[in-house]
């Protein structure tokens, strides 16, 4: 994915004047031709033709999205999919000189959608569908820590052996052989610290989602004392295998566990959002959100991955409403009708250093959407 690696990342591909057309491309997995999906993928540009805000586009906007249109077809039928990859995510502006493919090894459902901006709204879901979490498998003498992120198994750390199966007794019993075993703890004791030493650091620059431990129970139990509390809270599973298992083993084994663990991530989420909205450093709902978003006070936007909410926009000072006002009041500019505000507030959310979490598991728990804050909002 290059420089697009995180979600925010996608804020850098901006236009000044024309429309974005953004295209999300999956590869035939339920068995259709590529005829079969070229005859939906323009039966869709047909329809985002005739919506409400391509007619409203001047004669010169048209013609730029029709080209837009036009090479991302070319895309579909000739270049697609590029290197194996199963999803290609293309930004098109003709008008803007501006081409972009960012490629994915998970399944999108195939959409198109023209907007003064990037729609990255699927990609929030992609990327809270498949958050990036930890997995340290420890020994007495050896760990691994792997990152998942998107579907991929990282590997950014490994200990192979600490000295403690080289160590030979010296002295048949007494004071030999004590200290031998003292020596052989101090060194267990040590690679303990190490390692959690290290997941700190990993936890520091990835910010994991969640940990997972892997070991036997009472290694697990003492390697847990040298956890700092900040990751100990992180940690949402555990399970009984150890380093010298196979990278593709482990994450098999982690799987069977994901959905529980998933769950039990938003349900902090959702508990966190009731527990600060009592000091009002939270909020529920799409008004409050709105209200929030325009103050430039959202720290983490919340909502359900069905939620979608009809409204109007500014495309010049991103002012959001979800009345029947057609004029902005902020600037007097015509208002921009859109299916989904919440595309809106994901760029605003982005944009002023927020972060997103799409409820997948819980949704039902949340009014829709919702949003921790930075500060109060009375």
């Known amino acids: 994915m290059g420089e697009f690696s995180l979600l925010r990342d996608f804020l850098k591909i901006k236009t000044k004047r024309f ?36 007619r409203e586009l001047s004669e ?19 270049d697609f999919p590029i290197n194996g990859k199963l999803t290609s995510v293309c930004f098109s502006s003709v008008g803007e000189n501006l081409w972009e493919v960012v490629n994915f090894d998970v399944p999108f459902m195939t959409e198109v959608e023209v907007q003064p901006f990037v729609y990255i709204k699927p990609l929030a879901k992609l990327y809270s569908h498949y958050r990036n979490y930890g997995l340290v498998l420890v020994d007495k003498a050896k760990a691994k820590i792997f990152e998942r992120r998107l579907g991929s198994n990282i590997e950014h750390f490994q200990v192979r052996s600490n000295q403690v199966e080289s160590i030979k007794y010296g002295g048949y019993k007494g004071r030999d052989e004590r200290s031998v075993e003292r020596n052989i703890h101090n060194i267990i004791l040590g690679h303990y610290k190490e390692v959690s030493k290290k997941v700190s650091e990993l936890d520091s620059k990835l910010n994991f989602n969640w940990i997972i431990l892997g070991g036997h129970r009472d290694v697990l139990n003492e390697f847990k004392k040298y956890l700092k509390d900040d990751i100990l809270c992180k940690v949402l599973g555990e399970m009984i295998i150890g380093p010298e298992v196979p990278t593709d083993d482990a994450f098999k084994k982690v799987e069977s566990m994901e959905d529980i663990i998933k769950a039990e991530y938003e349900k902090r989420l959702i508990q966190k959002v009731r527990e600060l909205s009592t000091e009002n450093y939270a909020v529920e709902g799409i008004q409050a959100v709105i ?12 909502f359900a991955e069905d939620f979608i909410q009809k409204g109007h926009y500014c495309k010049d000072c991103g002012l959001i409403d979800t009345g029947d006002a057609t004029k902005c009041p902020d600037c007097g500019n015509n208002l921009m009708i859109t299916n989904d505000v919440t595309e809106n507030l994901i760029h605003s959310v982005l944009e002023n250093g927020g972060n997103i979490e799409v409820i997948e598991k819980e949704k039902d728990k949340i009014p829709g959407i919702a949003a921790i804050l930075y500060f109060p909002i009375v």
């Open 19 to 54: 429309p974005v057309t953004t295209a999300y491309l999956t590869k035939n997995i339920v068995g259709r031709g590529k005829m079969s999906y070229m005859t939906e993928l323009k039966k869709l540009i047909r329809y985002k033709q005739n919506k409400s805000y391509y």
């Open 291 to 302: 209200i929030s978003s325009r103050k430039r006070a959202v720290k983490t936007l919340l």
């Open 60 to 78: 010169e906007e048209r013609n730029f999205v029709s080209q837009d249109f036009e090479r991302i077809l070319k895309f579909a039928n000739e």
